[in-house]
């Protein structure tokens, strides 16, 4: 079944800075890639998604990049602000299958 | 608040009690899912439903556990015989039925076993 990697576990960054997290998939039937924005106690909070028709994604200082041949993908936060703090998860699914399945998420600080 | 609804938020019980929770999701959607949170860890997914009928179940979910959609609107998962491997944030998400559509996520019942 697919097999979602995602890197890195923690990130710290300074207001301002841009930030990026990467995941790696090994099915190459999937063609789904949403991204998911999880704050402490909340419910993950869908920010972005990419299908394989397309390489690139962006949603004002969010962006998302895909590299099929690779079996790759990226999200990519730019001028970083500190309600951007929480855990982000990406994922992975196929047409036919509807499950996600997702990565162990990434632990984002961003400091004033 | 249109969105998905679970309930309750917190359950507490004792190991060897069966519990149940429920899901109630974007009027609009017909597809429903349950995904398991533990700890640090991404959801992993339980079950889906298409209206009523489920679709798909993953080996996560022994036979302990049972979900139902009963008239393809809201659903219940219950388990049986708690164990205290339970303990998670058991999750529900709803889609509408196209191919890879956004699934939106409901605030999760966390259960505790003591």
């Known amino acids: 079944g697919e097999n979602v990697e995602q890197h890195p576990s923690t990130l710290s960054v300074q207001e301002g800075d841009s930030a990026v997290i990467k995941c790696t998939y090994s099915d190459s039937a999937s063609n789904y890639f949403p991204w998911y924005k999880q704050e402490l106690g909340k419910r993950p909070q869908l920010i972005i998604d990419?299908?394989?028709?397309?390489g690139e994604k962006k949603d004002q200082r969010i962006a998302v990049t895909l590299n099929k041949t690779a079996k790759h993908f990226s999200l990519h936060i730019t001028e970083t602000q500190p309600e951007d703090s929480a855990v982000y998860f990406c994922a992975a699914s196929m047409t036919g299958f509807q499950k996600l399945v997702f990565g162990t998420g990434t632990r984002l600080l961003v400091s004033p | 608040d249109t969105g998905v609804s679970q309930d309750p938020r917190h359950k507490i019980t004792k190991r060897g009690q069966n519990v149940t929770f429920r899901c109630d999701p974007i009027?609009?959607?017909?597809?429903l899912y349950w995904y398991r949170q533990t700890l640090g860890q991404g959801p992993e997914f339980l079950t889906y439903f298409q209206n009523e009928a489920q679709l798909e179940k993953s080996r996560l979910l022994s036979d302990r556990f049972s979900a139902e959609r009963p008239k393809g609107s809201f659903s219940t998962l219950e388990i049986q015989r708690t164990e205290q491997g339970d303990s998670a944030m058991y999750l529900c998400?709803?889609?509408?039925?196209?191919?890879?559509?956004?699934?939106?996520f409901g605030d999760g019942t966390r259960l505790s076993i003591l």
């Open positions: 009027s609009e959607h017909n597809r």
């Open positions: 998400a709803s889609s509408l039925a196209d191919s890879n559509q956004p699934q939106h």
């Open positions: 990419i299908r394989s028709n397309v």
